[in-house]
């Protein structure tokens, strides 16, 4: 079956889970910098697949899943310096990190699939 819709797409899906993890756990965050780096790097996964499906091309779509999954590698690297300031506890950060991980791997499965 053809994706029809961006919303179809299930890394779009987890994409926009894990912002909603991402503002839940950082939203009160007093480090206005950090929260609103964390915050758009983590948004910018699910609207570069969006952006990117709706282009209507593969070589566009692929180009926009690239940069998606850098967005995905931006907030992983985000969430070992959260653990390092203490911005967020152990298994926060485990459950966060392993959200993204798992983002990352369905991105990369979809652009073999379109390759």
Known sequence: MAI??????LAWQKA????????????????WDFRSQICRASVSISNNIAEGFD???????????????????????MLYLA???NYTD???????????????RIINGLIKSIT
């Open 4 to 9: 029809k819709c961006f919303e179809d797409i």
């Open 55 to 77: 282009r209507g091309t593969n070589p566009e779509f692929r180009r926009f899943l690239y940069i998606s999954l850098a967005s995905t590698s931006e907030v992983k690297s």
């Open 90 to 104: 152990e298994p926060n950060f485990n459950i966060l990190l392993l959200q993204a991980q798992e983002i990352s």
């Open 83 to 85: 653990k390092r300031l």
């Open 16 to 31: 926009q889970d894990f912002s909603v993890s991402i503002y839940q756990s950082f939203g009160d965050l007093k480090d």
